[in-house]
């Protein structure tokens, strides 16, 4: 007696889609895990950063009481005074020109020497340029030796100079900038320096007409992190500067809170706060452009 073979079952509409509300429902729930995993994260790491900069906005609003009675709590009377007697006390107004020009020029050094180095060193290949290129990478890493760079300012009669002071931290500034700047350049197409090549235009002029007008975000990018660095150095105006008209903002803020630290901590927080406002509004304006270089460089690099 044979026995026929029992026909296999076929999926019915019914189940077919029954599997792929179950598939699309559970892709849906990874996707909202996912995307409240990755908010929780993002959300504690704000706290983190910029917690410390409102309490430090919230203290410099307080009575010298209540800095230590209040510690966490807002102000209950905002002393605007507190703003007034940092400025005038500190002298936050010369340091602030002071660190503005030597911030500005320092800028303007290593975007200049840095976009034409950078496309030099992208636009060129040759063993000579990959030889420059480590160099100015491994320069990035090693500490400055001290005692010769002050003893070379020295014998250029540039200690308490603003230009030794501009000339060293745009030397100091330079070898990220180019390294950013290179890898920006590189995700360049080629095409458009060789269609400017092919209208007449030398490479300079390829540079400065095509090139530097579609390269934003890496400038934007260095440009931050270029003066929030020079912003808020510290070691180098302290070995090179001695005279006190010509301190910057954070020999200022040193100086001033040897003064006033131990009886006004509002006024050092005070000072603190006005001394972070150019570095948020710079941020604030160029964010966009700022993010999209590091992505540039990360991606291209």
Known sequence: MSTDP????????DTYK????????????????????SHAI?????????????????????????????????????????????WVQANLGSAMI???????FTLIIV???????????ARFTSPWMTVILLIFVFTM???????????????????????GLILVLAASGLPLAIFIFRAFFQGIPPELMDAANVDGCTDLQAFLWVVLPIS??????VGILQFVGTWNEYFLPLLLIRK????????????????????EWAYVFASLSIATIPIIIIYVFLARQFIQGLTAGALKG
């Open 18 to 37: 029954t599997g792929v509300k179950r598939l699309s429902s559970s892709m849906q729930f990874n996707k909202t895990l996912t995307s409240i995993g």
């Open 141 to 163: 890493q090693t500490p400055t030796p001290i005692i010769p760079l002050y003893v070379l300012v020295a014998k250029l009669h540039l200690t308490n100079t603003q230009a």
């Open 216 to 221: 934003g975000p890496a400038i934007a990018t």
């Open 6 to 13: 029992q026909p296999s079952k076929q999926p019915t509409g």
């Open 111 to 121: 975007i200049g020497f840095g976009s034409v180095a950078a496309y030099a060193l």
């Open 244 to 263: 006190p008209e010509m301190r910057t903002i954070p020999l200022a803020i040193q100086v001033f809170f040897y003064n006033w630290g131990r009886t």
């Open 98 to 104: 002071n660190s503005t020009i030597v911030s500005l």
């Open 42 to 86: 993002l959300i504690f790491f704000t706290v983190i950063i910029v917690y410390p900069v409102l309490w430090m906005v919230m203290t410099s609003f307080k009575t010298n009481d209540e800095v230590v009675t209040n510690i966490w709590g807002f102000p209950r009377i905002i002393q605007w005074s507190n703003y007034t007697n940092a």
